[in-house]
């Protein structure tokens, strides 16, 4: 059965950093391809960033382009998502989702992804 597990979560002042990783698991074949998400209280969800199943390409949402880098390691079945420059207004949990393709998807297309983490809270506040 796949499974997604998010950690690094936390609370940071801003300014700070954090790095959230998603581990995968229970994928048969290597085409899985990763998104992050995030969803504020009151708020939609939101498309943080993703990447295709290679590595190779990535995307991200304007509001995090430039501050947010993706990456994975395939050896640990592990794509990370390093937050620079941290904002209040980045404060959410953040969802990690897997669908079974080779090829990037669209930020934000979370109805492509059939696979989801529990979530992993990161609040940033002074």
């Known amino acids: 059965q796949p499974q997604l597990v998010e950690s690094g979560g936390g609370s940071v002042q801003p300014g700070e950093s954090l790095r959230l990783s998603c581990v995968f698991s229970?994928?048969?074949?290597?085409?899985?391809?990763i998104g992050w998400f995030r969803q504020a209280p009151g708020k939609e969800r939101e498309g943080v960033s993703c990447?295709?199943?290679?590595?190779?390409?990535?995307r991200y949402s304007n509001s995090v382009n430039g501050r947010f880098t993706i990456s994975r390691d395939s050896a640990r079945s592990t794509v990370y998502l390093q937050m620079n420059s941290l904002k209040p207004e980045d404060t959410a949990t953040y969802y990690c989702?897997?669908?079974?393709?080779?090829?990037?998807?669209?930020?934000?297309?979370?109805?492509?992804?059939?696979?989801w983490g529990q979530g992993a809270q990161v609040t940033v506040s002074t």
């Open positions: 989702a897997a669908a079974c393709v080779k090829e990037i998807l669209g930020v934000g297309e979370a109805h492509l992804y059939d696979y």
């Open positions: 229970g994928f048969t074949g290597n085409n899985v391809a």
């Open positions: 990447i295709d199943s290679t590595g190779h390409s990535t």
